[in-house]
């Protein structure tokens, strides 16, 4: 019955281990035997031998030679079953080599996540069912202030509980620059800074007290910041970024086509790495749903169910500074310089691709902001402005990320929300006309 509490694997293989090495030591102890009855017939023992072989010497002559026979017989047959079962012995020691190899990599594994564990702090015991909650908000770095000094006086000087509002901004959006900032003194933001790409933009903001930062020359950097277009500059964000959260700061990273109508820092729940707003146009696919893809042809199994969710806007995403955040931004910014690729593209396959063969997906928190507080302008224009109650709601921005005549758009927004003119997003068709 104990025998029986082993597992079956665990059983056969001690069984037949031990049973091989038995074999082995018999077959050795046989031919170790019949190679000393070959060598000394007459046994080890040379007092004794000597005289006794000179008294019958013929007797023993004979004796060896029958013995002889014999035994090359037996030992040709202990020969090849000692070749058989040392073949089988190999074997098995490969086996055992193998198990154990594996096993060091496993404990290696545990071990590893055992750290990372015993560095966030104390093994927990689950509770009671419905209690449980896994880990969301991952702990910051430590600020490290050598990374750009510069940086970090600006940073003590603007930041507000070590948040702060980041925009890329070089000449070519001036103006939607100037709607952006007007509505974030407006609303009492005082915790914004402007990464100026130009010094014309450098110029601009000082010269509206606005508070900028204007990087220290980077050649490659720098023309794409001077000269490239919106994409190309979105690119450079992730590496810009970086800086910040090394620093120790949280980032709301914004584009300069949104408008502020409200404090965005009361509203943010601030438990995962990333926050963002989504492109999504109702809970739906903002928030993710399933999907039933069909297959007629499969009969039966014809409903094939998928995962679906609009991407995040990489436009407006608050991000914490901790391991999973940095590692998002150096996983877009290498793929960004690689390949030629949409940056908001690229952000969202690496924040939701799990891992699978030959990738490692990231491990970062992810929140989507309410789509009616934190809006774009397809919530806006296909819907809220022509439904009675969504229209009293006050968002808290809003994102003209889904029209191309963006500065007319935002004055009308402002019009709209700040002046109280309540048919000042009337003129504008939904999507654009092309
Ligand atoms: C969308 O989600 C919000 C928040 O969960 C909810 O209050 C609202 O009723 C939902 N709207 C629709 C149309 O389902």
Known sequence: MIGRREGPLM??????????????AIAIGVFVGCV????????FFGSNAIPRRNYNLV???????????????????????FVAVSEKNAQLKKQVRELTERLQQAKQGSDQAQKQFLALGKQPKAGPFGTVQGLRTNPTVV???????????????????????????NANVKEMLEVWFTNIKRVGITN??????????????????VPVYKRDPDEGVDTIGRSGGNHAVSGLKFRILREFLQLGYSVLLSDVDIVYLQNPFDHLIRDSDIESMSDGHNNMTAYGFNDVFDEPAMGWARYAHTMRIWVYNS?????????????????????????????QAVFNEELFYPSHPGYIGLHASRRTMDI???????????????????????????????????LPRMKAIVEFYVNGKQD??????DGSDW
Not at 11 to 24: D, F, G, I, P, T
Not at 197 to 205: A, I, R, Y
């Open 36 to 43: 000393c009855a070959f060598l000394f017939p007459s046994g």
């Open 59 to 81: 007797g023993s002559k004979i004796q060896a030679n029958s013995a002889e026979c014999e035994s090359s017989d037996r030992v040709n047959m202990l020969k090849s079953e």
């Open 424 to 429: 000042a997003l009337q003129p504008f068709p």
């Open 192 to 209: 914004y800074l402007v990464v100026a790409l130009d010094d014309e933009t450098s110029k601009f903001c000082e010269s509206n007290q």
């Open 11 to 24: 059983r056969n293989n001690s069984h037949s281990l031990q049973k091989s090495r038995v074999l082995v």
């Open 372 to 406: 009616y507080l934190f809006m774009n302008s397809k919530v806006l224009f296909k819907t809220v402005r022509k439904d009675d109650n969504l229209k009293k709601l006050k968002p808290i921005i809003i994102h003209v990320n889904y029209h191309p005549d963006k």
């Open 315 to 343: 436009g407006f995403f608050y991000i914490r500074p901790t391991i999973p955040s940095i590692e998002l931004l150096d996983r877009v910014a290498t793929r960004l310089s690689r390949e030629k690729a949409w940056d």
């Open 143 to 169: 600020p490290d202030e050598s990374v750009n000094p510069r940086l970090a006086k600006i940073l003590e000087k603007v930041a507000v509980q070590r948040e702060v509002i980041v925009a890329l901004a």
